[in-house]
């Protein structure tokens, strides 16, 4: 089996690390020992960079000792420890330290790697407010009068305006800023970010006071949010004066807003934290959000005076290297129990908001909606209930038809009864079977000549019918069809086609996957927010095998005979198929590595919570779900997601509404991603 297959940086990750080393006051020899270890830890960890504290190699407390040319000398030898250090590591460093440059004295991040120094970015605001006195030593960056240095026999690049690239890992650019630096109005990593930087690095000292941890994590939250980028944060820790300030050693990873990695705070000892940072999904993100690049050429002056440092590191890229990092299964329902209730209340008020305002604009006051005792239309009907709550007007406006087929089993015509008996709507019950059996008949078909012939054709009459006689009752009755089929169903083209249950009036369902509605139904019966008394109900529902019930089975066996997830996969799967690959656009190869990451045994006895599923996969199913998705989603489907009805989208894992987030044409072809897909080993 291909090793390299299962290691992250062939899928666009690298490894990153935030030290945060226990520290002496005035002491650079102590100091870059303890650096070092940490470096061969990440080192040994297969990280790509790994960034200490601000001013690291002397203290950041030393105040006028930083006048001392005793302490500045000591430093530099500290730093040339660090450089001939890094040429047995395969990753680069950034380390802080003070730095005498034409009578100026700056602070300084240094950037080593392979047994240079390839570039010195000072520090480009000083505070002096407060606690801070930073002024009173330091000059600011753009007091500089050169881009150079000579330093150990080398001419080392000077300035804030620099961008450092690993040549073989393309995606990895990273840009160094210094504590202040990322709390003014705009930070220089803005500009950075825009000049190409993917991965946005602070060296910080930063003493704690209430309340600062929240505040940094909003500050490298929002920064990496909307620089599209990865945000390292690392601060003093143990050792530092305490004569007037205190300090926590707190260590933060984000990535465009989400947070990878946080280190334990106030700690005696050196420590350590990693996260696997996508650089793709960052790549992606800057390339569909094309007001990034309009920024970028707002600030051109701005962008174009940043140069490239270019570096090339021994990665660990031949063997297995797992991801470190938390994939979880189902990516459009939060594995945390308060955010997942907090997204299900978002997504009904989005659908109940949505559906309000579409009776409103219509001037209709009644929907049709046809139940059938199975996930999708449980949920539609609870919207509809809650939106004629909202609206002041009694559920019976919502008139709801079960309409038994030729294989319809008697515990969803059950459930199908329960359930709207529960809701309180109107509940009539229609046999379709008398129509269905005409229309076989007009075709000559050999059904209707008592032949066990049970074709598309025998499907689709009977999924037409429905529709059909919905759409004829809403024009009787005076109300508007609502559509109850899926995104997972419409993204497999597993929906029939026009006259079926691809066709509605208006669609609440339109945007929300099978793996989000599963929650959603048992939120409701946890929470009782729309019908009270009806869980067990909700849950025999949910406990229910999910077929079209299209084909009859045997003689008095009640089970479906068709088994949807046996035909299209699994649905758990599929879902996170479909949320990588329209989110991200990211590779069936690269999809194939998170989900493997995600559903294989991992042999720890880590679950998913009490409602996730405990399956597991294995490559060799991952690989066979993947390539019915990925013919379904590029070759079959599109003609049915070209023409679909109005529905609102309630997530940012996307919608495939023509007039949203998916225009694609109907007769694509699905090659380049089948070919990839041979990337995945068997």
């Not at 395969?90 to 330290?97: D, E, F, I, T, Y």
């Not at 700056?106 to 570039?119: D, H, I, Q, S």
Request: proline content about 5%; overall charge negative; aromatic content about 8%.
């Amino acid at each position: 089996m291909n090793d390299r297959f299962f290691n992250l940086y062939s899928h666009g990750f690298a490894r990153v690390a935030v030290a945060i080393p226990r520290c002496r006051i005035a002491d650079p020899a102590y100091n870059v020992e303890q650096t070092l270890l940490l470096a061969r830890q990440a080192a040994s960890q297969g990280a790509a960079l790994v960034a200490f504290p601000e001013l690291g190699l002397s203290a950041y407390s030393c105040e006028d000792l930083f006048h001392q040319r005793a302490l500045l000398d000591a430093c530099e030898a500290a730093l040339l420890a660090v450089v001939e250090a890094s040429r047995d590591l395969p990753l680069a460093m950034v380390v802080g330290l003070p730095l005498r440059v034409n009578h100026q004295l700056f602070n300084c991040a240094a950037v080593v790697a392979g047994g240079r120094v390839l570039g010195l970015v000072p520090k480009s605001f000083l505070p002096n407010y407060g606690e801070f006195y930073e002024s009173r030593q330091f000059s600011a960056a753009d007091c500089a009068a050169v881009d150079a240095v000579r330093l150990f026999g080398e001419d080392v690049p000077f300035g804030a305006h620099q961008v450092f690239q690993v040549e073989n890992l393309p995606l990895l650019r990273f840009h160094v800023e210094i504590c202040e630096d990322v709390w003014v109005p705009v930070p220089p990593s803005s500009f950075a970010a825009m000049a190409g930087a993917t991965v946005l690095v602070n060296l910080s000292a930063s003493n704690v006071l209430v309340g600062k941890s929240t505040y940094r994590h909003q500050l490298v939250s929002q920064q990496s949010a909307r620089c599209m980028a990865a945000y390292l944060y690392t601060s003093a820790g143990r050792g530092e004066s305490t004569t007037d300030m205190a300090w926590d050693g707190q260590a933060l990873i984000y990535e465009k807003g989400d947070m990878l990695a946080e280190s334990a705070r106030f700690l005696d000892e050196s420590h350590i934290i990693f996260a696997d940072v996508d650089l793709e999904r960052m790549s992606q993100e800057r390339m569909r959000a094309t007001t990034f690049a309009q920024s970028a050429r707002r600030h051109a002056e701005e962008v174009a005076r940043f140069r490239v440092q270019r570096c090339t590191l021994a990665l660990p890229v031949e063997g297995r290297l797992p991801l470190n990092r938390e994939v979880e299964r189902f990516p459009y329902v939060p594995a945390d129990r308060a955010l997942r209730d907090e997204r299900c209340t978002e997504v009904y008020n989005i659908q109940v908001q949505a559906l309000i305002q579409r009776l409103s604009a219509s001037g209709i006051q009644k929907v049709v909606i046809g139940v059938s005792g199975g996930l999708d239309s449980t949920h539609a009907l609870l919207v509809c209930a809650a939106a004629m709550d909202r609206l002041g007007l009694p559920r019976t406006n919502i008139l709801a038809y079960t309409m038994p087929g030729f294989a319809t089993s008697g515990r969803t015509l059950k459930q199908a009864h329960a359930l709207m008996e529960v809701v309180g709507c109107t509940a009539q019950e229609i046999d379709i079977r008398p129509s269905c059996l005409q229309m076989l008949r007009d075709l000559n078909h050999p059904y209707a000549e008592g032949k066990e012939q049970y074709d598309v054709t025998f499907e689709n009459v009977q999924a037409g019918e429905r529709t059909n006689h919905l759409f004829r009752l809403a024009n009787h009755l005076g109300a508007i069809v609502i559509g109850t089929g899926d995104l997972s169903e419409l993204a497999l083209g597993w929906c029939t086609y026009g006259v079926g249950d691809h066709m509605s009036h208006y669609n609440v369902n339109a945007s929300v996957p099978k793996t989000l509605i599963t929650h959603l139904v048992r939120w409701v019966a946890e929470t009782g927010s729309v019908v009270k008394g009806g869980a067990e109900v909700l849950l025999n529902i949910l406990n229910t095998e999910i077929s079209p019930e299209l084909v009859p089975g045997k003689e008095g066996d009640d089970k479906p005979a068709q088994i949807t997830e046996n035909v299209i996969g699994p649905y758990e799967l599929q879902d996170f198929n479909l949320y990588y690959i329209l989110r991200y656009g990211m590779t069936p190869s690269k999809v194939a590595f998170l989900s493997y990451s995600a559903w294989h045994a991992k042999g720890e006895g880590r679950w998913p919570d009490e409602h996730g599923s405990r399956n597991e996969y294995e490559l060799a199913d991952i690989k066979r779900n993947l390539k019915i998705f990925l013919w379904r989603f590029f070759k079959t489907s599109q003609f049915k997601r070209s023409c679909v009805p109005n529905g609102p989208k309630v997530g940012n894992g996307g919608s495939l509404s023509p007039r949203g987030d998916w225009r694609a044409p109907s007769d694509s072809e699905a090659t380049v991603w089948l070919d990839d897909l041979k990337n995945i080993p068997d």
